[in-house]
């Protein structure tokens, strides 16, 4: 305990010491989360995050060396780090794609690159206290939530499926085999492949009420000649 009031002395301090214990800090969170990313295999690991989190911090502690440099002048200290928290968004967006089956991938990996950033941008300014549990929380998020997440999946009646038709009749016979079948849907969208021979392509969220009748419908739907293809997504 009294190992860490010190560290938070020296971090809210201001000097060479206490500009490299906030970079250190930073980069530290940083390697905490894009570890766990990159245990999971996601497209932004430990140097991403590290990037993020040690770059935010420079930035809070440039506002912060302004007004120590400049004691006169007038300015808004948050301004630069503001531009942070908005900025890394464009980062963000460039880790989410949409798959060729219309499954978005990727929303993690931006909401914790900009966690980071956050996290990056208080310890810059000295806010030890809300850095550390920020960090705290976001690992627990990640850890225990997935597993919460990975259950929700594994146990819900909802699935998506993209499923690829020869023709346009076959999505009339498929929508027969539903009403036949008492399976409601939700989420329906149509699309066209770019090729003028290709049929159509359909996504759609189907809800089947437990693992057997999963099954039975899959042999059914298997046994449809108008779909070419069935994924679930």
Same mark, same amino acid.
């Given at each position: 305990?009294? &190992? ?13 010491? !206490? ?9 530290? +969170?940083?390697?905490? #989360? %894009? /570890?766990?990313?990159?245990? @999971?295999?996601?497209?932004? %690991? ?8 040690? %770059?935010?911090?420079?930035?809070? &502690? ?12 007038? #300015? ?28 978005? @991938? ?5 909401? %914790? ?13 000295? /806010?030890? *206290? ?8 976001? &690992? $627990?998020?990640? $850890? ?11 146990? !819900? ?5 993209? #499923?690829? $038709?020869? *023709?346009?009749?076959? #999505?009339?016979? $498929? ?12 989420? /329906?969208?149509? +699309?066209? @492949? ?25 042999? @059914? +739907?298997? +046994? ?10």
């Amino acid at each position: 305990m009294k &190992m860490l009031n010190s560290l938070e002395n020296i971090i809210q301090g201001w000097g060479p010491l !206490t500009i490299f214990a906030r970079l250190v800090i930073a980069m530290i +969170m940083g390697l905490i #989360i %894009g /570890f766990y990313r990159e245990v @999971k295999n996601r497209s932004a %690991g430990i140097k991403t995050h590290v990037l993020v989190c040690v %770059g935010s911090a420079l930035t809070m &502690m440039t506002s912060e060396y302004i007004v120590h440099q400049f004691p006169g002048v007038r #300015i808004d200290i948050a301004r630069i780090g503001a531009q942070v928290v908005s900025g890394v968004g464009f980062l963000g967006v460039g880790t989410i794609i949409v798959t060729g089956k219309n499954h978005v @991938k990727g929303l993690t990996t931006a909401a %914790g690159l900009w966690a980071s950033a956050c996290m990056g941008l208080a310890i810059g300014i000295g /806010f030890f *206290e809300g850095a550390l549990l920020s960090l705290a929380v976001v &690992m $627990f998020a990640l $850890f225990v939530f997935n597993q919460v997440d990975e259950w929700v999946h594994a146990n !819900t009646p909802y699935y998506d499926y993209y #499923i690829e $038709f020869k *023709e346009n009749k076959g #999505i009339s016979e $498929f929508l027969a085999l539903l009403k036949k079948e008492n399976i409601t849907y939700s989420n /329906f969208n149509l +699309m066209k @492949k770019s090729s003028a021979y290709d049929g159509p392509i359909l996504t759609l969220t189907l809800k089947l009420k437990d693992e057997k009748t999963r099954t039975d419908f899959l042999e @059914k +739907m298997d +046994m449809c000649e108008g779909i070419v293809v069935v994924h679930k997504i």
